[in-house]
Nanobody, 125 residues
Framework: VQLQASGGGLVQAGGSLRLSCAAS????????MGWFRQAPGKEREFVAA????????YYVDSVKGRFTISRDNAKNTVYLQMNSLKPEDTAVYYC???????????????????WGQGTQVTVSS
């Protein structure tokens, strides 16, 4: 499977963006998916995750109530709707797939074994 993230850009504080992550292949619907972000000089951090059927979602506390992860298995795509953006949300955002090989917490980068290339999100104050 290959992942292609898109939808990043420059937005003012309080604005919104929707990130998309398109997956190749016919087995996307089997995978749990996650979004992570990495700001300059910082480690990659968990943002949100969604189970294979969309039944359960997880969020880091700092984005709860502002971000929504969703997926459309018919389109092989996972989304991250980001509202009420803050300057501290500025980062490169990565989508990732968990094909079930690694295990561990949904919050843990090591659970995910396929990563997209990242899309830059910049929030100006």
């Amino acid at each position: 499977v290959q992942l292609q993230a898109s939808g990043g850009g420059l937005v003012q504080a309080g604005g919104s963006l929707r990130l998309s992550c398109a997956a190749s292949g016919r087995t996307f619907s089997r995978y749990d998916m996650g979004w992570f972000r990495q700001a300059p000089g910082k480690e990659r951090e968990f943002v949100a995750a969604i189970t294979w059927n969309g039944g359960i979602t997880y969020y880091v506390d700092s984005v709860k109530g502002r971000f929504t992860i969703s997926r459309d298995n018919a389109k092989n795509t996972v989304y991250l709707q980001m509202n009420s953006l803050k300057p501290e949300d500025t980062a490169v955002y990565y989508c990732a797939a968990d094909r079930g090989y690694n295990g561990g917490s949904y919050y843990y980068t090591g659970r995910y074994d396929v990563w997209g290339q990242g899309t830059q999100v910049t929030v100006s104050s």
